[in-house]
């Protein structure tokens, strides 16, 4: 062994920099499973919702990733598995979760205000649909909170 200590990088949902980590405009990197089994990764403007236990993207619903999840979600099951991710430096997180996609008007509007909040005002698109994610696991090496 080399001597340098592990730390662990278990991080729970309310913990402080965590959400002051995702709250700060990021690009994030979104990980759906391929039918090969393979990773598809992209990046994405993704926002973190504490209380509901959420992950959100808003895309449009002919996506590739889309298309992945649909595919690996069956009626009555926990959703498809994806991770989000991003980094600056040194710091990282990565939230694992259970996708579903929704397509109701009222939580894509929901999900363009959280995005709008975080990012900008999202482009205009009557296709759009929300990769929402049921939390399972958040891993990471977050800065101090200020």
Known sequence: MSGRVRRPHGIELDDPRLVAFWARRMLCSLTTIRA??????????ATLDVPGRLVRVITSGSSIKVAQIRRASSPGAPGAPIALCQFEGRYWC?????????TDADAVADAERRYAARYREPRPNPTRVVIAGAI??????????D
């Open 136 to 145: 399972t696991k958040v891993l990471g090496n977050l800065p101090d909170v």
């Open 94 to 102: 990565t939230i694992e979760a259970r996708a579903r996609v929704l």
């Open 36 to 45: 090969d089994g393979g990773p598809h990764v992209v990046p994405v403007g």
